[in-house]
């Protein structure tokens, strides 16, 4: 079982709409751990450790985010294995 550390910028109509709530729920559920916060330029970044499958769902998940949302662009880049607790919401 192999595991990642993803940071994930989220562009487009992403922060106001209950993205980064959303996304915890979402990385909660796949058992994942990190954090989302808001950015001063208007994205959302996401940090995302644990099982690969698991970072590679929540990947896709944030393609779409949730309905409230407009995604135009995911961007990542792999990070170093960070020990997280918990999914936080910055």
Known sequence: MSQKCVKAYVTGHVQGVGFRYHTAHEALKLSLTGHAKNLPDGRV??????????????????????????????????????????????
Do not use: H, N, Y
């Open 45 to 90: 970044e996401v940090l995302a450790c644990g099982r690969e499958e698991s970072v590679d769902s929540l990947l896709a998940w944030l393609d779409k985010g949730p309905s409230t949302a407009d995604v135009d662009q995911v961007e990542q880049e792999a990070v170093e294995w960070r020990s997280v607790d918990g999914f936080a919401i910055l």
